[in-house]
């Protein structure tokens, strides 16, 4: 069973960094999405979770972004150590969110689609997801 294992989150004030990790293995697509997704602290019911598509990789090593996060956020990978990271700089107040990082196939869909909208777990149809990683920014 895959599990994808996110680190590096913590509290910071606004204007600093951070770099998020996301450690797995074991994926077996063709074909692949990977991204970072944000949901705010509000507690949801299970299943009814909204998150945010924020950053993508797919397998050729195209990204994309969500507008609200575009020239601050930068995502990576390095398929050696079979992580995927999320420089995040610049950090603002509404940028506090539980980041999750995910892995779904490429087959059929471009992986640009899965940033900028607010979307259910279900709606990204991404097969793995990580437990996710605070994030905390004070003004």
């Known amino acids: 069973q895959v599990q994808p294992v996110e680190s590096g989150g913590g509290s910071v004030q606004a204007g600093g960094s951070l770099k998020l990790s996301c450690a797995a293995s074991?994926?077996?697509?063709?074909?692949?999405?990977l991204g970072w997704f944000r949901q705010g602290l509000r507690i949801e019911r299970e299943g009814n979770e909204v998150?945010?598509?924020?950053?993508?990789?797919?397998?050729?090593?195209?990204?994309d972004y969500a507008n609200s996060v575009k020239g601050r956020f930068t995502i990576s990978q390095d398929n050696a150590k079979k992580t995927l990271y999320l420089q995040i700089d610049s950090l603002k107040p509404e940028d506090t969110a539980i980041y999750y990082c995910?892995?779904?196939?490429?087959?059929?869909?471009?992986?640009?689609?899965?940033?900028?909208?607010?979307?259910?777990?279900?709606?990204?149809?991404?097969?793995?997801w990580g437990k996710g990683t605070l994030v905390n920014v004070s003004s």
């Open positions: 074991g994926y077996v697509y063709s074909r692949i999405c």
């Open positions: 998150r945010e598509g924020v950053a993508v990789i797919d397998d050729d090593g195209k990204t």
């Open positions: 995910a892995a779904g196939p490429r087959e059929g869909r471009i992986c640009s689609t899965l940033v900028g909208g607010n979307r259910t777990v279900w709606d990204y149809g991404m097969d793995y």
